[in-house]
């Protein structure tokens, strides 16, 4: 840990910062509002979440870049970032249905 350099240092920071902002946001999230009962909510929530969970290994790395842990981490990442694309494309159809229920609505 003492060999890191002032870049690594910076980003293993920057992303406990990042980590620590996607937590604070699904603990405001699920404390005030009920996230679960709708495709949306699910979808912030796990947005926040898995981008959270990226930043983490990114500082987990960082520090402890040897061993069985960077193995079982490098395999978590690519679930986590599997799990990005499929909330991406569930954000990409939610914002198509709600276009067009929007040009339903307004008659446009």
Not at 20 to 48: D, I, K, P, Q, S
Not at 93 to 107: P, S
Request: hydrophobic share 55%.
């Amino acid at each position: 840990m003492d060999g890191l350099s002032i870049d690594q240092w910076v980003n293993a920071t920057a992303s406990m910062l990042a980590f620590a902002a996607c937590a604070g946001f699904a603990a405001v999230y699920h404390w005030r509002a009920t996230w679960w009962r709708t495709e949306v909510g699910r979808n912030l929530m796990g947005f926040a979440v898995t981008v959270g969970l990226l930043c983490l290994y990114t500082v987990l790395v960082t520090l402890w870049p040897d061993g069985c842990f960077v193995v079982i981490a490098r395999w978590m990442r690519t679930v986590l970032l599997l799990a990005v694309a499929a909330l991406m494309v569930q954000r990409t159809r939610l914002f198509i249905r709600a276009q067009q229920d929007h040009r339903h609505r307004t008659g446009v």
